[in-house]
């Protein structure tokens, strides 16, 4: 499986001058436009973080569900 990489890149054209592109290999698995380079970075710090909140919170609640 390839890795997972987070790189926020310029945007001519698009909505915003820069965005945030995840990749699996050659293939984007996630984009969205961002106003400035240190936003998107923040942005990305942030989304991952939540990701792993999210899993947490998961794991917590499957196990309150065993008996």
Do not use: H, L
């Not at 698995?29 to 106003?35: G, L, S, T, Y």
């Not at 970075?41 to 569900?65: H, L, P, Y």
């Amino acid at each position: 499986m390839a890795y997972v990489t987070g790189d926020v890149v310029p945007n001519p054209g698009g909505e915003g001058p820069f965005k945030v592109v995840f990749k699996q290999g050659e293939t984007i698995i996630a984009e969205w436009p961002v106003d400035s380079q240190k936003e998107g970075e923040e942005e990305m710090v942030s989304f991952i973080k939540d990701a792993f909140e999210d899993d947490e919170e998961e794991d917590d609640d499957d196990k309150g569900d065993r008996k």
